[in-house]
């Protein structure tokens, strides 16, 4: 929520969706922030090929890059994370508030106004 209220700061409004379970994924769900962003990016706690991959090959299937939606996925690296504090440990993992924050402007480009998911 910390990157929500640093993007709301630059005028960027995003929609913050729990996806609490990665299955079954929310079809409807994930379909309806896909058509009504420009930007979907998904945060997840896992590695690579966890429910971002699932999200990916869902927007693949269903033909929504087709129509220029731009998808990220942050997953922890593939590296060995000391043991430390949450922060410290995101930190090494860029999945902080700053690194998220980060990660929406690249996609959006500098200074873009939009609305991500």
Known sequence: MNACESLAAKGITPSVA????AKPLDRDLIL???R???VLITIEEGAIGGFGSHVAQLLAE???FDHGLKFRSM???DIFIDQASPKAMYDVAAMNAPQIVEK????LGEGAQARTA
């Open 18 to 21: 729990d996806a609490r379970f």
């Open 32 to 34: 309806t922030l896909a």
């Open 36 to 38: 009504d962003h420009e």
């Open 62 to 64: 269903e033909g929504v």
């Open 75 to 77: 997953v922890l690296p």
């Open 104 to 107: 929406v402007l690249s996609v």
